[in-house]
Nanobody
Framework: QVRLVESGGGSVQAGGSLRLSCAAS????????MGWFRQAPGKEREGVAT???????IYADSLEGRFTVSKDTTQNTLYLQIDSLKPEDTAMYYC?????????????WGQGTQVTVSS
């Protein structure tokens, strides 16, 4: 059974950093493409970053290089490092996993972890 459990969110001041984690079970992170999404109150969910099984990464153009996605195959965990946090980064952050067919077809989702950034 595939399961994704996010952690690492919290309340931080603008300019700070957070590292979100997504512990995977039921599959190996090296075998699937995975990604991070976020959804702010009143807004649609948006993609943040994707990493495929080879470790190649894709980021949303709007994120200005402040986000870094990575995975640790020994811990079977996906990470999202967020630096220089801004109030507009406030959102629920979700990790997802899927299969790659020209892009990542996400079919599994975690429950999310909340990030709140104060100015």
């Amino acid at each position: 059974q595939v399961r994704l459990v996010e952690s690492g969110g919290g309340s931080v001041q603008a300019g700070g950093s957070l590292r979100l984690s997504c512990a995977a079970s039921g599959f190996t992170v090296s075998s699937r493409c995975m990604g991070w999404f976020r959804q702010a109150p009143g807004k649609e969910r948006e993609g943040v970053a994707t990493i495929n099984s080879n470790g190649n990464t894709i980021y949303a153009d709007s994120l200005e290089g402040r986000f870094t996605v990575s995975k640790d195959t020994t811990q079977n965990t996906l990470y999202l490092q967020i630096d220089s946090l801004k109030p507009e980064d406030t959102a629920m952050y979700y990790c997802a996993a899927g299969y790659w067919y020209s892009d990542c077809k996400f079919g599994y989702w975690g429950q999310g972890t909340q990030v709140t950034v104060s100015s």
